[in-house]
């Protein structure tokens, strides 16, 4: 995007093809298997749900495997090859996505996360946070093409325009997000960048505070404040004026409803698990659940074991238990899925990489209490709807100015960041 006319037309496209995608909603379904078919049954019919109607995964982190294992040098990887037989990616159990692993499970776009680490804020943060964002559009675009009878699958680049279009077309698109508020320098005009280069949700905090918003580790130093400071809300509502995502993943419950009182735009949890079910700050409370209702956000399942059952086991019948959990409390308008693969290394028996999502739909239609329109929420229109609110309220605010904020010089002492120490930057993930 080379200016700020470019961004605007991009994003009126954006909500009107999300519109139109809400709008198919509507057309004939197809016709709903028993619950109690035989499983290759369901899984066929789960199948034939995902060709109709698009599956948007909420967090994806192989950008930061190539980081590790690469080292960022993009020339000699190759998206379209099967990396489960490829050195180092087979090795490692935090691989789970390529182009062929997408095509199966019938994966139609997600959010790529342009992450690093807490401990890096030591190191020039904004500039490994810029240059992780910056490196996403160039592994979005390389000439990936992975062909099959009539198809051809590429990760574009561009937001949400032509999600819609590229779907019926049979290919992947890929959406940008930032994971960690830590990488924005507490700075309003790095915000304004992020998004005009192309991000599109900002995880507020990762394992660590930042000087503005409170994170949900509990052995961390004390934060500034507890939840959002006053400069965090002014952050959030710049977020608001610029159509950029508040993610609320790895936030603190008082994190989340300062954010949820603060802002005029839906909110989302891109990779986050119900804590009802699992015990864990990192997981959402019901409180939280309830209020997201009338925020008209989203919470998108994660896919890492010890967020589900708060051990290394789990399965695909503890997944549909949390995506169930959050529907009784917020509504199946407010739920969607957000595996986290490739920063997680441990998945859900049935759920073990990016070719497994038709199982899990398949899992959900032994409830018939789950119509196909409601799995169709599930898999990609709650998110679409969540963007398309998100860009409405970007044009009701833009005939405000940008916030000229500056942090407070006291909320930036001796306490922060905070001084983490991983035996590895893998126990930096998750």
């Not at 807490?118 to 946070?129: H, T």
Request: with cysteine; net charge positive.
């Amino acid at each position: 995007m080379s200016s700020g006319r470019a961004v605007a037309v991009a994003v009126t496209v954006v909500v009107v093809a999300a519109a139109r995608m809400v709008q198919c909603a509507a057309s004939p379904l197809p016709v709903r298997v028993s619950p109690d078919a035989p499983q290759q049954e369901r899984l066929k019919a789960a199948h034939d749900l995902l060709a109709s109607s698009p599956l948007i995964d909420g967090h994806n982190d192989l950008a930061w495997n190539i980081r590790k294992f690469l080292h960022n040098k993009l020339h000699s990887f190759n998206l379209s090859s099967d990396l489960s037989k490829e050195k180092p990616w087979r090795n490692s159990a935090f691989s789970h996505t390529d182009l062929p692993r997408l095509r199966k499970g019938q994966v139609a776009a997600q959010v790529s996360s342009g992450f690093v680490p807490c401990v890096c804020v030591f190191l020039s943060i904004l500039c490994f946070k810029l240059y992780s964002v910056s490196k996403l559009p160039r592994l979005l675009i390389l000439p990936c093409h992975f062909k099959q009878t009539t198809h051809t699958f590429f990760l574009s680049s561009r937001c949400l325009p032509e999600i819609l279009q590229e779907f019926r077309r049979g290919r992947v698109a890929s959406l940008m997000g930032v994971e960690g508020g830590h990488g924005l320098a507490s700075s309003m005009g790095v915000v304004r960048a992020l998004y005009d280069l192309g991000v599109r949700y900002v995880t507020l905090t990762h394992k660590c505070h930042t000087p503005w918003a409170e994170c949900s580790e509990q052995d961390s130093p004390p934060p500034n404040a507890r939840g959002l400071t006053p400069y965090g809300k002014e952050l959030v509502r710049e977020m608001n004026r610029l159509g950029l995502m508040v993610d609320l993943s790895h936030a603190s419950a008082r994190t989340a409803r300062d954010v949820l009182a603060t802002s005029r735009a839906p909110v989302i949890f891109s990779h986050s698990a119900a804590r009802a079910l699992c015990s864990i700050d990192r997981n959402v409370p019901d409180d939280v659940l309830s209020s997201l209702a009338a925020n008209g956000g989203i919470v998108m399942i994660s896919f890492y074991n010890d967020f589900l059952t708060c051990t290394d086991k789990a399965t695909v019948k503890d997944v549909v238990a949390h995506i169930n959990h959050i529907r009784s409390m917020a509504g199946v308008d407010h739920v969607g899925l957000g595996a986290g693969y490739d920063g997680i290394n441990r998945t859900p028996t049935g759920l073990e990489d990016a070719s497994r999502y038709p199982k899990l739909f398949a899992e959900l239609l032994k409830d018939n209490t789950w119509s196909l329109q409601d799995l169709k929420k599930l898999a990609g229109l709650n998110f679409l709807r969540v963007f398309t609110h998100v860009e409405q309220v970007r044009e009701e605010l833009s005939s405000e100015r940008p916030s000229e904020e500056i942090i407070p010089i006291h909320d930036i002492d001796s306490r922060w960041p905070c001084r983490y120490k991983f035996a590895s930057l893998d126990d930096a993930r998750t």
